[in-house]
């Protein structure tokens, strides 16, 4: 079964940007992100196929996040700018084989988090 290690989450101050990696130990064909805060529900945020299509973007990160993808080196990257102090929450790497789900908080694989923090 394939795994997923992220990295990247930190801290930085309102209006700064943080990358997010993923790295797959083996081929998937979509992998996205996905954030969950304590108690919440989990949101997905957005997927890509290993085709480089984006089956879903979350409206709340448009023009703030963007997802890209590396097939050569298996990893999938989160590009956050403009954060704001509701983006903290922990963020997940989430992938699956399946072409139907529609959302990638339904993924099957996930990784196991980074802490995002930004503060006021």
């Known amino acids: 079964q394939v795994q997923l290690v992220e990295s990247g989450g930190g801290s930085v101050q309102a209006g700064g940007s943080l990358r997010l990696s993923c790295t797959a130990s083996?081929?998937?064909?979509?992998m996205g992100w996905v954030r969950q805060a304590p108690g919440k529900e989990r949101e997905g945020i957005a997927d890509i196929t290993n085709g480089g299509a984006i089956t879903y973007y979350a409206g709340f990160v448009m023009r703030r996040f963007t997802v890209f993808r590396d097939n050569a080196k298996n990893t999938l990257s989160l590009q956050m700018n403009s954060l704001k102090p509701e983006d903290t929450v922990m963020y997940y790497c989430?992938?699956?084989?399946?072409?139907?789900?529609?959302?990638?908080?339904?993924?099957?694989?996930w990784g196991q988090g980074t802490q995002v923090t930004v503060s006021s």
């Open positions: 083996g081929y998937i064909y979509r």
């Open positions: 989430v992938a699956d084989q399946r072409p139907d789900l529609q959302n990638p908080a339904d993924f099957s694989l």
